[in-house]
């Protein structure tokens, strides 16, 4: 079974400290993506990566930078955390073009920020 | 601008109903339109995905019905139970190597026993 953990379930921060949010997946897989969640607009992609050290923006980049040092590992930055956004934040990988399941996207448990 | 809508919001129904939810887009070059359920404190997971090529597609329970000329597809749970009580979230995406997906806005099922 493909395996996306994330560092924590619940992080508490305050307005202006830099929030580092990782994400860990097991499948050798190409393809990572940021996501944040909220309540009546759905998840949007923050950023994703299709490569070790190559990463582009999604729809809301701003805010946020990323780091893929390693395959498994793709890592979200707040470099100054604001109250807007607190929010869920969701790590998924993928498999790359015509690997099985390239299509599917697989999803770690989510990072409850609160920024206050 | 969200270019997957999703609706209802959220949708109540009896052990046994057929709740339906829709969705609309407007990128003709979405090609995978894939519904994915999330239960409380998971993350969403796949549920079924149909092509454009295709009207419908049955797994199950789940049946995804496709529209292509109104650029609606839409899901049925026949014989709804408690347990798929959950968030269902359409998407859609377009040809590439990452493929990016775009969410509908979710609807919160509530399956009544």
């Known amino acids: 079974d493909v395996k996306v953990t994330q560092s924590s379930r619940y992080l508490v921060k305050r307005t202006g400290e830099k929030v580092f949010l990782e994400c860990v997946q097991d499948?050798?897989?190409?393809?990572m993506f940021w996501y944040r969640q909220d309540p009546g607009l759905g998840l949007r992609l923050i950023y994703f990566s299709y490569d070790v050290k190559m990463k582009e923006k999604g729809d809301i980049p701003e805010g946020y930078s990323v780091s893929r040092e390693k395959k498994e590992r793709f890592s979200l930055i707040l470099e100054s955390a604001s109250t807007n956004q607190t929010s869920m934040y969701l790590c998924?990988?993928?498999?790359?073009?015509?690997?099985?399941?390239?299509?599917?996207?697989?999803f770690g448990p989510g990072t409850r920020l609160t920024v206050l | 601008q969200q270019q997957v809508k999703q609706s209802p919001q959220s949708l109540i129904v009896q052990k046994g109903g057929i709740p339906i939810i829709n969705c609309a887009y407007e990128?003709?070059?979405?090609?995978?339109f894939p519904w994915y359920q999330q239960f409380p404190g998971k993350g969403p997971a796949l549920l079924i995905a149909?092509?454009?090529?295709?009207s419908e597609k049955k797994e199950g329970r789940f049946t995804i019905s496709f529209n292509k000329s109104a650029k609606q597809f839409s899901l049925h749970i026949m014989d709804s139970q408690p347990g798929d009580s959950a968030t269902y979230f359409c998407?859609?995406?377009?040809?590439?190597?990452?493929?990016?997906?775009?969410f509908g806005s979710g609807t919160q099922l509530t399956v009544l026993p």
């Open positions: 998924a990988s993928s498999p790359s073009l015509g690997q099985p399941s390239h299509n599917e996207q697989f």
């Open positions: 990128n003709t070059a979405f090609d995978y």
């Open positions: 499948m050798d897989h190409e393809n």
């Open positions: 998407a859609a995406s377009k040809p590439g190597s990452a493929r990016q997906l775009t």
């Open positions: 149909i092509r454009p090529d295709v």
